[in-house]
């Protein structure tokens, strides 16, 4: 199970019998780049000159650094064996569920960039629920693996009057 720092973990209702196989949110990639402009411009800013144009790129680099952590923090993705839950938001949450029973299949979608991050755009495709894609997913081969996993071979559900 992917353990999620308490500050970012959402709360989450298990329904009966339901377990948690898996949570994640959005790779904090874009957070890094920001925090990684930050402190370069710091640096060169504050080892010569003090110019207007390090301290425009200290503020882009502030930025890019809040946006990055908004964006990190503001979806979580927990999977059970009965469904998938998106909760997003930071003072008033919602949540989307998709049930696994309606999903017939699952795509995942990584360049060679996000097979280095460890991180992917995860598509739902099912019976009666509108196709869904994930996109910027950590462990996004582990999550579409679980999903899998989840899947029911059996097509009788699907048919059954």
């Known amino acids: 199970m992917n353990v999620i720092h308490p500050m970012i973990s959402k709360k989450f209702d298990k329904k009966e019998g339901e377990e948690i196989?898996?949570?994640?949110?959005?790779?904090?990639?874009?957070?890094?780049?920001?925090?990684?402009?930050?402190?370069?411009?710091?640096?060169?800013?504050?080892?010569?000159?003090?110019?207007?144009?390090?301290?425009?790129?200290?503020?882009?680099?502030?930025?890019?650094?809040?946006?990055?952590?908004?964006?990190?923090?503001?979806?979580?993705?927990?999977?059970?064996?009965?469904?998938?839950?998106?909760?997003?938001?930071?003072?008033?949450?919602?949540?989307?569920?998709?049930?696994?029973?309606?999903?017939?299949?699952?795509?995942l979608y990584q360049n060679w960039l996000d097979k280095l991050w460890d991180k992917g755009i995860v598509t739902l495709f099912g019976i009666s629920i509108q196709t869904r894609r994930i996109k910027g997913l950590k462990s996004a081969e582990r999550f579409k693996d679980a999903i899998h996993s989840q899947l029911s071979v059996d097509s009788e559900p699907y048919f059954s009057s």
């Open 21 to 107: 196989l898996l949570r994640s949110n959005q790779h904090p990639s874009i957070f890094y780049g920001g925090l990684v402009f930050l402190i370069y411009n710091i640096a060169v800013t504050f080892s010569g000159e003090m110019n207007i144009a390090g301290v425009i790129f200290i503020v882009v680099g502030l930025i890019w650094a809040f946006v990055g952590f908004l964006k990190w923090t503001y979806k979580e993705y927990v999977l059970t064996n009965k469904r998938l839950a998106i909760i997003s938001g930071y003072f008033y949450l919602q949540t989307e569920e998709y049930p696994l029973n309606k999903v017939d299949n699952v795509s």
